[in-house]
Every structure is written in structure tokens, then in C-alpha cells.
């Protein structure tokens, strides 16, 4: 439990201080949009590329632990984005699906994890990280450009046109700077591509802003945000990773995959960490649902040492 906290506490310290320069020293909502900016265009598909680039990606690969966790995320996502179809924000649909599936796996699992069970979940923590983008932001970027491209269709009165939208959606999908980062990284990883050390100094370097600068700019948007309107939808989305994912998990690797509690330990403790970082930077990249996504982040953070512990509990580790 102390290890958690050690790991999140600086995380609010840095969304306090954001909040404290835009409320009482003049960092104003322009500043925060291109902070944010910087991080969803160059910041974090440059830490992407970095992190696919240099993945040590196990050989064979465990499917079933693959199978666990991920199928446990989409059918959650699912959950969220029904929930904003019904509740009429369509723009919503694919920000908080991947709030509400999108683990905060490499800057708090890894530390957890390999603290709680040792080295020998090292692998399986490995597998995690290395789909965890691919499918999830991949799959969130292919709803909102689908969602974009119809828009722009209907707003020229364009009808009856489903494979030029998809396609457009296609197009739009593959040039997004964040599936951009996932696929350079993992093709030059895969051909081992010679990368130049100068080159992948600069992308480690640019990465290394994802975190400080999105909690930073995490604060400031909620200095200039009311919160009133987010705190329910935000607690929801909350449970919903914190709760739904690790339940779905653990159910699908011990009634229907069963898997080895070697490998179940690490898929339920790392469903049970908090939204990442990476869905509010996504949230601000497409303008939709940053009140609330920073909200939930907030949220599953501070129910994430609850969450975790109950994981380590059910996982035979408490």
C-alpha cells in the first residue's frame, strides 16, 4: 500500500501545481491547450515509438493471458461507449471507452507488479504493455475519425457514401500521430531496423515529458473546468476500470482460460490500476469528454490503492 501511494503521490502533485498556476498565477487556458498539444502531437507518439522501438517482445506469446486482459478492456469500452451513445454524446464514444479500459500500466504496473509478485511476472507484464496501445488507442483513434468522416460528410451533404468514409476514416486513422508512433515503433522492432542512438535519444527525451506535462496540463484544465458536471460520469468511468476490468480479467483467465495464478497474478493487478494518463492526452488530442476523463482520472487513482489491494488479495498475494 505504501508503494502505491509513493507512486501517486507525486502524479497529484504535479496536477496541484498545475492547478495552482492556473488559478492564482496567470497560467491561462491558452497555455493549457498548447501544453497539451505539445503532448499529444510530439510528446506522446514520440514515447510510443521509443517504447514499441525498443519492447522486448516475448517469443512465444502467451494468448491467453493476451486474451484475458484485452477482451476483459473491450468488453469494458464497450460498456463506457454504449453508455455515451445513450446518453447522446456521440463525440464521448471513443474517450470514454478508452478511459475506462486504458490501464496505467507502464509508469505505475510495472513498479506494483514486479514489487507485489517479483521478477517472474516480468513477462507477463511485458505482453501487457507491448498490445496495450496497439488495440486500444489504435481502436479508439478508427472510431473517432470514422465518427469525423461521417460528420463532414453530413455537414456537405454528402450521403450514401460508406466506403468513401471508410476509407476516409482509414486514411485519418493511419496518419494520427498516436497510431503513427505505435506502428513505426513496433515495424522497426520487428525488422530490426537500425535506429540511430541520436535518434532514439531525441524520442526518449520528448517522452519523458508525457507524464509532468499531462498531469501539469490535467490540473490547469481542471482550474478553468467546473467540476460539478463531471464528478458522476467521471466516478462512474472510474469503477468502471478500477471494478468492471479486474473482474472481467480474473473471470476470464481462472473460469474460462485457466490460466496459471503465475499469470493471472499480474493480468487482474494491472486491470485494477488507475485510467492512464494517456486517455486524458487522448481526450484533449480530439476535444471530447476532457472534463470528465480527467475527472475519472483523478478518481480511479485514488481508488486504485482499494482496487489493487483486493487484486493482490484474489490473486493469493495478500
Sequence with gaps: MSLIFQLVLPMFGLIGLGFWAARWRGFTSAMAQGLSRFVGLYALPALLFASMAQADIPDPL???????????????????????????????????????????????????????????????????????SPLLFTSATMLVEAQRSAGAQRAGGVAGHPVRAALAAAWATLTSPLVLGVALGLGANLLHAPVPAMVMKGFTMLGQAVLPCACFSLGATLAFSPASGAILPGAVVAVLKTGLHPLLTWLLATQVFHLSPLWVAPAVTAAALPTGINAYVFAE??????????MSLLISTLLSPVSISIAFMVSGAG
Design 285 to 294: 488530442r480530439y476535444g471530447a469528454g476532457r472534463e470528465v476523463v480527467s
Design 62 to 132: 502467451e494468448w491467453a493471458l493476451i486474451a484475458s486482459f484485452y477482451l476483459a478492456a473491450f468488453a469494458v469500452f464497450l460498456v463506457g461507449a454504449l453508455w455515451m451513445r445513450l446518453a447522446g454524446r456521440r463525440e464521448q464514444i471513443a474517450t470514454i471507452g478508452l478511459a475506462s479500459s486504458f490501464s496505467n500500466i507502464a509508469m505505475l504496473g510495472i513498479p506494483i507488479v514486479m514489487q507485489a509478485y517479483g521478477p517472474a511476472v516480468a513477462v507477463p507484464v511485458m505482453l501487457l504493455i507491448v498490445f496495450q
